[in-house]
């Protein structure tokens, strides 16, 4: 069933490197962006879901360009997949209000709240129909409505003649008048329903209508908007009878009356209110076994903010992401295997990301995601804004340390060739303020060191993490060793991983040095030579990639460690 659509979610497609962005992850999110825009794709936005360091904010500040938006977390929550423009019905609403709403807006059920809008229960087309549905065996029930004749007033249109207490709720049974008046009245007594609570409906029959009168009758309603005889109107006053005229025959009439009962004995007070910001998974479970039609949303206040069924529930989230500069689900914002992926454009290693859908994924191995993005403005015959090509030129020089790292590719020579004049800065400018925006070890307590450029890997059931950073020499690193290397163990343990490594490149010499936290197995198979005094730290000449190096590197160990035990 169709419900109605109002979403508070917008269209946007969020573009996002992975956590712990470095430069190149922050740089192709905004390049990527730019891109699509100028290709017409204007839905695509640009965004980070870690924090921002140095020499990001160095490379934004050179070319004006703000901080992508933080987003941290895509879960899909109820808020997104809940009807926000609700239609509610409150316990004094009749039976033809409610109808009416179902009808108009193809609905099974209809929240109920109090005059503040908080919620009461609900009440569902299979509550109202079981009212409606005939009972031939129980004729007193089938003359029952439970209204006041206000409702009745308002429900018919009617004209009125005389009313005593019409707000008055109450149980009333209905009856048309057709019958003589010698057998008229008789029916009181069989059925053990008092005059003063019947509601007779009857055409321009003179005499039933005074036999009505004399009987004192809750209410006369006159169909087919008859004339009242002045002197029927006189009597019900005195006699104190409520006396309405219908514009309705009499079987419609008394169709419509029922209709204006008060829908409040049908209201189901147990209802399961929940909170926009609940997760869609966890809410799965908790209503598996539930069969409500409709499950309500509310603020902090109690307040219905909108409702949802078990098949929206279902639907896939319309939440989408691009990803840049990564694959892996294990570096990939919170959240991302349960969104759709409608993109990746990436460098590194296949770390298998499942999709529902085929999807563009442009995996090439050059010196970084910039390159790609970069050359698509080319293929395109597009010319990057001087701050795109700025932020291009910076991702192609942080990834590749100014086309010294082994993943440097020719494309990425020839891409700053071209970039390097619509910047209006030269390759090695650049890479001087990029290098020298400060180290991250004098910059950071050794805790956000670990984190600020840490990515998590997986091998089949087994994980662990390769923190990288980059200096001009090791002179910091070697005076805060000890507390990075305190720092490096609590995020190992923190985490559960099976090892961590902190991973220092000099970009001055081109050489690294790897701190190894975790499982002394994979530490004793690390065959590279170990600075003297420090078991856990490793030299590694000549080594500057993490993922063209020493990624392969250590995959190789753990396969021929095979699965190691405790750490
Ligand atoms: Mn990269």
Redesign the pocket.
């Known amino acids: 069933m169709q419900l109605f659509y109002t979403f508070i979610m917008s269209n946007l497609i969020h573009i996002l490197g992975h956590k712990n962005p470095?430069a190149?992850?922050i740089c192709s999110a905004i390049a990527y962006e730019a891109l699509k825009h100028a290709l017409g794709e204007t839905d695509y936005v640009a965004a980070r879901c870690g924090n921002s360091n140095a020499r990001i904010d160095t490379i934004l500040d050179r070319f004006g360009l703000p901080l992508p938006k933080f987003v941290g977390d895509v879960t899909p929550r109820i808020e997104d997949i809940m009807h926000s423009q609700v239609y509610s019905v409150t316990k004094e609403s009749t039976f033809a209000e409610a109808l009416e709403l179902i009808d108009t807006h193809d609905v099974r059920a209809l929240p109920v709240v109090d005059a503040d809008g908080k919620v009461e229960g609900s009440v569902s087309i299979f509550d109202l129909g079981e009212a409606f549905i005939p009972k031939p065996k129980s004729g007193r029930e089938m003359r029952r409505v439970y209204a006041s004749i206000s409702a009745i007033i308002r429900s018919l249109n009617a004209e009125v003649l005389n009313v005593i207490d019409p707000d008055d709720q109450e149980d009333l049974y209905v009856r048309v008048g057709a019958m003589d008046v010698r057998s008229f009245g008789k029916h009181h007594k069989e059925e053990g329903t008092p005059a003063e609570d019947s509601i007779i409906i009857v055409g321009d029959r003179w005499d039933i209508q005074e036999r009505c009168i004399q009987l004192g009758v809750r209410l006369l309603v006159i169909t087919g908007g008859l004339e009242v005889d002045p002197e029927v109107v006189e009597r019900a006053k005195l006699k104190g009878v409520s006396l309405i005229v219908s514009p309705y025959d009499s079987a419609s009439t008394a169709w419509i009356i029922r209709t204006a009962t008060h829908i409040d004995r049908l209201v189901d007070a147990d209802v399961k209110c929940f909170l926009p910001e609940d997760k869609v998974s966890s809410i799965k479970n908790r209503v598996a076994n539930c069969n409500a039609p409709l499950y309500m949303v509310v603020n902090e206040h109690e307040e219905l903010v909108g409702v949802f069924s078990k098949s929206d529930l279902l639907r896939p989230s319309r939440k989408r992401i691009a990803l840049v500069?990564h694959n892996e689900l294990a570096q990939a914002v919170n959240g991302a295997d349960q969104v759709q992926i409608t993109e990746i454009i990436d460098?590194h290693r296949l770390g298998n990301v499942p999709t529902d859908q085929p999807i563009l994924f442009m995996n090439r191995p050059v010196g970084?995601?910039c390159s790609i993005v970069a050359d698509l403005f080319r293929s395109h015959g597009l010319t990057p804004e001087p701050s795109i090509a700025g932020v291009l030129m910076s991702g192609i020089i942080s990834?590749t340390l100014l086309l010294n790292s082994p993943t440097t590719t020719p494309l990425e020579g020839e891409l700053l060739e071209w970039l390097s004049p619509i910047a209006g800065i030269t390759s090695e400018a650049l890479a001087e303020l990029i290098f020298a925006s400060g180290s991250v070890i004098l910059s950071s307590s050794p805790e956000t060191v670990i984190r600020s450029d840490c990515k998590v890997y997986c091998e089949g059931d087994l994980r662990y993490s390769v923190s990288q950073i980059e200096e001009l020499g090791f002179d910091n690193f070697w005076s805060n060793v000890d507390a990075l290397e305190q720092a490096l163990c609590d995020y190992c343990e923190a985490e559960s991983l099976l090892f961590s490594v902190l991973f220092v490149t000099d970009i001055n010499t081109q050489n690294s040095l790897l701190v190894v936290a975790g499982n002394h197995e994979l530490r004793d198979a690390i065959n590279y030579p170990h600075i003297k005094g420090h078991d856990t730290i490793f030299e590694l000449q000549g080594v500057v990639s993490r993922k063209k190096q020493l990624i392969p590197y250590l995959s190789v160990i753990l396969k021929s460690v095979g699965s190691p035990s405790g750490v």
């Open positions: 470095d190149d992850a500069d460098h970084s995601t990834d």
